[in-house]
């Protein structure tokens, strides 16, 4: 079973720029589809971005397409979310997610193999 650890997370400017990591160990790293979702004060968690086994297929939330980039790095048993031109209403806990099944499945959110325990994003204004 892959355990996730986010790290990455800070209080940044609105306009800014942040790169979040999410480090997977204990299970085959490439054999996971992963994702990046996140939740805000009094909001239900919501999907952000998605990559698949091979890093070759991605999807994101419409809120941040163009500004987010989901990456991985299947030798460092690592996945990223560059997060620029960043904007008070993405000031959320992120969370990643671990899957052997496909991107649909991501971005559902239901019963998702493992979950990191997240990380704290602020966007002041």
């Known amino acids: 079973q892959v355990q996730l650890v986010e790290s990455g997370g800070r209080l940044v400017q609105s306009g800014g720029s942040l790169r979040l990591s999410c480090a997977a160990s204990?299970?085959?790293?490439?054999?996971?589809?992963l994702g990046w979702f996140r939740q805000a004060p009094g909001k239900e968690c919501e999907f952000v971005a998605v990559?698949?086994?091979?890093?070759?297929?991605?999807y994101y939330l419409d809120s941040v397409k163009g500004r987010f980039t989901i990456s991985r790095d299947n030798a460092k048993n690592t996945v990223y979310l560059q997060m620029n031109s960043l904007k008070p209403e993405d000031t959320a806990v992120y969370y990643c997610?671990?899957?052997?099944?496909?991107?649909?499945?991501?971005?559902?959110?239901?019963?998702?193999?493992?979950w990191g325990q997240g990380t704290q994003v602020t966007v002041s204004s």
């Open positions: 204990g299970g085959t790293f490439r054999n996971y589809a």
């Open positions: 990559i698949s086994r091979s890093g070759g297929g991605t």
């Open positions: 997610a671990a899957d052997p099944r496909g991107l649909s499945d991501i971005i559902d959110g239901n019963a998702l193999a493992a």
